[in-house]
């Protein structure tokens, strides 16, 4: 407020939109059901009607999101079943131990509401139709051929459309299956295939997201066009996948560094000087900032302290590997990582023994492509975990993944070494197992210390503001306060609200940073009633002490009142929000309190 902006473009709310018409129809036919109690809270509070049920809408759409997830673990046993040679042992095996390590695979049971609790099972579905194509033989037909790019174009678009941050990952899939391709592991047609799908799920997802700018501007968009730079440059000189077998190891070596160092250079080129330079779109700056600010503490702004000053944008917690070291993932995984870059390196350097039939050796070739695909999109998830804990939601699954390469015939052919091992696969299902008891010790614990996790939400201060509201406030009066605070003003009363929390917009941030700035910064009262009246039309300030008084336990540097002087000097002796919470001479010369229940005030602006 006071501008208009398109829901659909700015929230990634396909989801909410499913949804709402699935519980609609679902309604309509009576197949929807709830029980309800009148519960006397007592304490002078009124008592309200409780109902449980999936016609009741916030239990549909959680029990929706869950029903999702279950989609999860069907996608992660296709994976690990797939890209083990079809192998039952590798889809058990993956299922179970993302079972194991379920809180720290994922935080759906918590926050079901998040954009990455649509979004992550279809992460693990387009990774398997992935799979699919890149195991798919040349010789194929046309309508084969087309089926598994559809899957991989729709798959993509389906993971993207709910999440803004789904662009991210997608771009280090593009730069691990271009890194497997400069060193000749995948063809040049199927690297073509790939990343026509991904360029048709990002058109499609950028017209149904009404041209989100942020959309063409970003890494993974960048990335497909200095992909398609590389490769019509290679068609233009006549470089084609037969010169590249007939090098020999060390030239192809070389010849995938400079290919990975022009898609590289292209990649920055585009992105910082072409998108940031010339178009000046600076929607997705503040991600590179907090990148930045990870190596450099001097390199912090405000928005980075925003993100950083929560635990879910901090480094991984040293908590987490030990975690992942009891239910033995972390070391099964490493070991089986290395065990396949060992292999792969053999082959690669020519010492893997007896030459093969045309046809078995490019099924070897898609079949090592996969396995080097995941080695490289492995590292580029831990990096991205280490740097930023909440995106470990990456990390652990595909860490589950490389645990299921124990149920893989690669791995088995050790076992085949030793001369009184009568039958392989026996002797593979009996290690097997003996694992998966191991690791089911602390794994069912882990399992039912999730099963035992309960609590309860109430916010009775809250619910006397938004009442108030509702009965006091006209229905077209403006408010601002704290990102949180105005996102439940809008949900629960429907009024005009200065400022929200979703940051992924330039001009938003800067808004925030000014209300910020003058509310829980050391600054005049009368300045923040002329920018809030004048440049926002706002009507009415809410104040909550603790973001005003304290910042985070342990982390005072995180309080707002500092985090908003990082770039604006202090002017006055005590900040703007204290001014008011005191209700001293100057403050009541701009604002009138008009509410005030426990930390919550409301001021009308003078």
Not at 572 to 596: N, R
């Amino acid at each position: 407020y006071p501008l208009t902006i398109n829901s659909l473009k700015r929230f990634n709310l396909y989801p909410e939109i499913a949804l709402a018409v699935v519980y609609r129809l679902l309604n309509q036919f009576g197949m929807l059901s709830r029980q309800c109690w009148k519960v006397n809270r007592g304490d002078g509070m009124p008592a309200v009607s409780s109902c449980v049920g999936n016609q009741e809408p916030i239990y549909f759409y959680s029990t929706s999101v869950f029903v999702l997830h279950g989609l999860s673990m069907f996608s992660l046993f296709t994976l690990c079943w797939l890209i083990n040679g079809k192998s039952l042992t590798s889809g058990v095996v993956g299922s179970l131990c993302y079972f194991f390590n379920h809180g720290e695979a994922t935080r759906v049971m918590r926050t079901p509401a998040l954009r990455e609790s649509f979004s992550f099972p279809f992460h693990l579905l387009q990774l398997t139709a992935l799979a699919y194509v890149m195991l798919s033989k040349e010789s194929d037909s046309r309508k084969m051929a087309f089926r598994h790019k559809l899957s991989l174009t729709l798959s993509t678009l389906v993971y993207l459309l709910p999440w803004q941050f789904a662009q991210f990952s997608l771009g280090t899939q593009t730069l691990a299956l271009f890194a497997t391709y400069s060193l000749g592991f995948i063809s040049r047609s199927k690297l073509v295939s790939i990343v026509l799908s991904q360029s048709a799920a990002l058109v499609l997802c950028f017209i149904l997201m009404f041209a989100n700018r942020m959309l063409v501007t970003s890494f993974f968009a960048s990335l497909l066009c200095s992909t398609w730079l590389i490769l019509f440059l290679e068609r233009v000189i006549g470089f084609d996948d037969l010169k590249f077998n007939e090098m020999p190891v060390w030239k192809k070596i070389l010849v995938g560094l400079v290919r990975l160092l022009l898609l590289v250079s292209f990649m920055v080129a585009l992105k910082h000087f072409v998108i940031n330079w010339l178009l000046k779109h600076e929607d997705d700056s503040h991600i590179w900032d907090i990148l930045r600010s990870k190596f450099s503490p001097q390199a912090h702004t405000f928005d980075t302290m925003l993100y950083t000053c929560a635990k879910e944008f901090d480094f991984l917690e040293l908590d987490t590997f030990g975690q992942l070291t009891k239910t033995l993932l972390l070391p099964l995984s490493l070991f089986n990582i290395l065990f396949c870059l060992a292999r792969l390196m053999a082959k690669y350097f020519n010492f893997h023994g007896p030459h093969h039939t045309n046809e078995q050796r490019m099924r070897e070739q898609n079949e090592d492509g996969v396995v080097l695909y995941n080695i490289f999109q492995m590292i580029a998830f831990s990096a991205m975990a280490m740097l930023i804990m909440r995106l470990k939601l990456f990390w652990t699954p595909h860490l589950c993944v490389f645990a299921s390469f124990i149920g893989h015939k690669g791995i088995y052919s050790i076992l085949s070494r030793y001369k009184s091992v009568a039958n392989r696969q026996t002797c593979g299902l009996m290690v097997t197992g003996m694992l998966l008891s191991m690791m089911a010790y602390y794994g069912i614990a882990n399992l039912n210390a999730q099963y035992q996790m309960q609590g309860e939400f109430s916010d009775y201060h809250g619910e006397k503001l938004m009442e108030w509201i509702r009965k006091s406030t006209k229905v077209d009066d403006a408010f601002v306060g704290s990102m949180p605070m105005m996102a439940n003003v809008k949900l629960s009363t429907n009024r005009p609200i200065i400022n929200h929390p979703h940051y992924e917009d330039v001009d938003l941030r800067e808004r925030v940073k000014t209300i910020y700035s003058l509310m829980y910064g050391y600054r005049d009262v009368g300045e923040l009633n002329r920018v809030l009246k004048s440049k926002y039309k706002a009507k009415y300030l809410v104040i909550e002490a603790p973001y005003c008084m304290s910042g985070p336990p342990g982390k005072p540097e995180c309080q707002l009142s500092e985090i908003v002087h990082l770039d604006v000097k202090k002017s006055t002796p005590i900040t703007a929000c204290q001014s008011l919470i005191k209700a001293d001479s100057q403050a009541k010369k701009y604002f009138k309190k008009v509410f005030e229940s426990q930390h919550i005030s409301v001021h009308q602006l003078l």
